[in-house]
């Protein structure tokens, strides 16, 4: 049993680094990837197994099949980029404590449901979480300063303006988040002003803690 898991394991790892491999060398690639001025190449079994949008494109008999050349002018080259890395290594880096982590993380989920990456959303999902978390310790205008909180505040337009009503995942990480700390976003200057220009969110909010409430009373009652 023991040398059958070695071997397992030696697989698994040999398999990786031939990932690895592939992602680091590129010349065989027989898809390209336009995305404004820059360009990626990357092997088309590897990215079309997992999107049905890609294999759509390149399998279903359209000119970008036949060119083996997809255009995705409306995409950020920087997420495209982080997508190829992901399909060559089950992941992507962005360090949390960046200024924008949680944007770029929230522009992950967005390309990845857009592109039928269901794997992608979830990682960058998990990924939003932890920069996100980064935001929690000592939470307060006076120990994380204005900015810190206003990294917040930019993010949700971005969540709501990317992704349908009912998808929540990213839309109740960012309620709650607002929801537990109110009272501190509400010290901010310019909250009234996001508060106007944001009333979805606000509402859902305003949800939030209603429903916290109802859940305390009930508590309370028995």
Not at 1 to 15: K, S
Not at 32 to 54: A, D, E, N, W, Y
Not at 108 to 119: R, T, V, W
Request: with cysteine.
């Amino acid at each position: 049993m023991a040398a059958d898991e070695a071997r397992m394991d030696y697989g698994v790892e040999d398999l990786k680094q031939n990932m690895i491999s592939l992602f680091e060398n590129r010349e065989s690639a027989d898809l390209t990837l336009v995305c404004g001025s820059q360009t990626f190449k990357i092997h088309s079994v590897i990215l079309c197994p997992r999107s049905t949008f890609f294999r759509a494109a390149f399998e279903g008999g359209f000119k970008e099949g036949l060119a083996k050349c997809i255009d995705l002018p409306e995409d950020d080259p920087h997420l495209i980029s982080k997508l190829i890395c992901y399909c060559y290594t089950t992941d992507y880096r962005v360090d949390p404590h960046t200024a924008l982590a949680t944007n770029f993380h929230a522009g992950m989920y967005a390309m990845a449901e857009k592109f039928d990456l269901k794997n992608v959303k979830n990682l960058a999902k998990r990924k939003f979480v932890t920069a996100l978390h980064c935001l929690e310790p000592g939470f307060n205008v006076a120990t994380l300063g204005d900015k810190t909180l206003t990294r917040v505040l930019e993010v949700i337009p971005l969540i709501y303006s990317t992704t349908l009503e009912n998808d929540r995942g990213l839309r109740d990480l960012v309620v709650g988040h607002v929801a537990r700390h109110w009272h501190v976003f509400l010290a901010l200057r310019q909250f009234k002003t996001f508060m106007a220009a944001n009333t979805d969110f606000i509402i859902d909010v305003i949800e939030a803690k209603e429903s916290v409430c109802s859940r305390c009373k009930k508590d309370a009652a028995r």
